[in-house]
């Protein structure tokens, strides 16, 4: 079966996010009252399997975030 597949990667709480704060200060410095900004990859992709969240959660660990520094969400839908 086919899927559509959509994972977010942010970096865990605890730790900087160098890109977000200078995005945030770019944000306030134009008069937006933005606060704690983060940035999140965003990747999305077709897949083809019978066991999707088992391949996805490992493509995750291995290739798409680095389980120490990142957490995960993910998103998988039937392709029509």
């Given at each position: ?9 942010r970096l865990?709480?605890?730790l900087?996010d160098?890109e ?13 009252a ?11 992709f ?11 959660e490992e493509?995750?660990?291995k ?5 120490l ?6 998103r998988?839908e039937?392709?029509?």
């Open positions: 079966m086919k899927w559509r597949v959509t994972v977010t990667v865990k709480e605890r900087n160098p977000g704060r200078v995005i945030g200060k770019a944000l306030r410095n134009l008069g937006y933005v606060e704690n900004l983060r940035v999140p990859k965003c990747f999305e077709e897949l083809e399997s019978e066991k999707p969240e088992e391949e996805v493509m995750c660990r290739l798409l975030a680095n389980p520094i990142h957490s995960w969400e993910y998988i039937p392709v029509s």
